[in-house]
Each structure stands twice: as C-alpha cells, then as structure tokens.
C-alpha cells in the first residue's frame, strides 16, 4: 500500500504514513453513509472528548452527548438523506429573551457570520443552535471526526465574534 500525499510504501496495518504523518485510511474505517449508524457516530464523539448514550424518547433515536469543556450536544443521524445534525442547546440564558434587543442583535450577528450553524431562540430565554454535516459519497472516521471538530471550533469562534458570550456564561 502507498501513502496518498507522498507515496512512500506503507505497510498494510500502518496507521499513519511514517514519513509525512498522513492518517492511512483502510476499507475497514471508510463507510458509506448507509453504513453509518449512531453508534459509529458516538465511537468518533468520543474520540475527541465527549461522553454520550444513545437516547430515544417517542421518536427516533438521538446521541445526548457531555462534554467537560464545551457545551452538550444532541446529535441526530438522517440516513435516509446523509445527514449527521449535532445541536447545541443552552436553556434559560441569562439575561436572553426577546426583549433584550442586544441578545437579539448577537443572535443575529451569530447568523450572519457563521459558516456551519444556524442560532435560534425558543421559549422565550433559551438559545440554541445546529449544524448539517453531510456524510458524502463514502467518510472515514478520521474525516467525520474532523468535520465535527471544525464545526465545534467554528461554533465557538462564532459566538466569541458574534457578542453571546455574556449571554452564555
């Protein structure tokens, strides 16, 4: 087998490519997306900090997922059109309801500036937010788990930029 990026010659069970550090990426770990299920899901979560369960209260199944930095996530897997939907949700916000015409303007400042998730505000005080990642023609762990990681870092620079962080503290 040979490396992608430099073409060194690999061994079959090699990782990662001992010259560039390329991931070698096996049939094992490539999946098409009805191959995808919500454990595989949670097995690449974890890899990169969060503790989950799968979850199903009358309807489909759900990650509920825990994070010891960063804020829960709800994931949903749309197999049907190829689609993971991770949400973040923070109830009861402080100081956040549709009278506070600065939470509003972050909100939409959030909106207007994000390339990966859409802001929303429910019942009045609570902000919450979701992303699409689209799982392609085929997706490896290791490139599911870093367009999941690029989303979360794209959601807190986001809100850092957007004026929600006194909301959300």
Same mark, same amino acid.
């Given at each position: 087998?040979?490396?992608?990026r430099? *073409?060194?010659?690999?061994?079959?069970?090699?990782?990662?490519?001992?010259?560039?550090?390329?991931?070698?990426?096996?049939?094992?770990t490539?999946?098409?997306?009805?191959?995808?299920?919500?454990? @595989?899901?949670?097995?690449?979560? /974890?890899?990169?900090?969060?503790?989950?369960?799968?979850?199903?209260?009358?309807?489909?199944?759900?990650?509920?997922?825990?994070?010891?930095?960063?804020?829960?996530?709800?994931?949903?897997?749309?197999s049907?059109?190829?689609?993971?939907?991770?949400?973040? &949700? &923070?109830?009861?916000?402080?100081? $956040?309801?549709?009278?506070?015409?600065?939470?509003?303007? $972050? /909100?939409?400042?959030?909106?207007?500036?994000?390339? @990966? @998730?859409?802001? @929303? /505000? $429910?019942?009045?005080?609570?902000? *919450?937010?979701?992303?699409?990642? $689209?799982?392609?023609?085929?997706m490896?762990?290791?490139?599911?788990?870093q367009?999941?990681?690029?989303?979360?870092? *794209?959601?807190?620079?986001?809100v850092?930029?957007? *004026?929600?962080?006194?909301?959300?503290?």
């Amino acid at each position: 087998m040979q490396c992608t990026r430099c *073409g060194l010659d690999v061994p079959d069970d090699a990782s990662f490519c001992m010259s560039c550090g390329l991931r070698i990426e096996t049939p094992s770990t490539i999946r098409r997306p009805e191959d995808i299920d919500l454990d @595989w899901v949670l097995k690449c979560m /974890v890899s990169i900090g969060y503790d989950g369960e799968i979850t199903e209260i009358e309807g489909p199944k759900f990650i509920t997922a825990r994070h010891e930095k960063h804020p829960n996530l709800i994931v949903e897997l749309r197999s049907n059109v190829g689609l993971v939907v991770p949400r973040l &949700y &923070y109830p009861s916000v402080s100081g $956040a309801d549709l009278s506070n015409i600065e939470f509003l303007r $972050a /909100v939409n400042s959030f909106n207007a500036t994000s390339l @990966w @998730w859409t802001g @929303w /505000v $429910a019942d009045d005080s609570d902000f *919450g937010a979701n992303t699409e990642i $689209a799982l392609g023609t085929t997706m490896s762990e290791a490139r599911f788990t870093q367009l999941l990681s690029n989303a979360l870092d *794209g959601f807190f620079g986001n809100v850092e930029s957007s *004026g929600l962080v006194p909301f959300l503290r």
